[in-house]
């Protein structure tokens, strides 16, 4: 089991930078292929970005590729996303997943069914 908790969101500037992170509890952090989704009001969860559970294997959506880094320290039991070039179209509120890579499933890593613990969310608004 682990529990997640994203902080770091908030209002920037078209062009600017934020960086989420994730804290998750439990001790078993290294069990788990990590990733980042989005929603924007009015339409479904999207990926971002995952992150196997060594941190070596990193995939992107296409619309962040080359702007956003997904990376994660398994010492403090946390994922990060450092977002640059922001645009007012990734502008939702992001999600931290995490999925037990002990437990199987069917769904891709780029499904939000391919995750059974998210946390709260945390609202990111790029202003034009």
């Known amino acids: 089991q682990v529990q997640l908790v994203e902080s770091g969101g908030g209002l920037v500037q078209a062009g600017g930078s934020l960086r989420l992170s994730c804290a998750a509890s439990g001790r078993t952090f290294i069990n788990y292929a990590m990733a980042w989704f989005r929603q924007a009001p009015g339409k479904e969860r999207e990926f971002v970005a995952r992150i196997w559970w060594s941190g070596r294997s990193t995939y992107y959506a296409d619309s962040v590729k080359g702007r956003f880094t997904i990376s994660r320290d398994n010492a403090k039991n946390t994922v990060y996303l450092e977002m640059n070039s922001l645009k007012s179209e990734d502008t939702a509120v992001y999600y931290c997943?995490?999925?037990?890579?002990?437990?199987?499933?069917?769904?891709?890593?780029?499904?939000?069914?391919?995750?059974?613990?998210w946390g709260q969310g945390t609202q990111v608004t790029v202003s034009s």
């Open positions: 997943a995490g999925r037990n890579l002990g437990s199987p499933t069917a769904w891709g890593m780029a499904s939000p069914k391919g995750y059974g613990y």
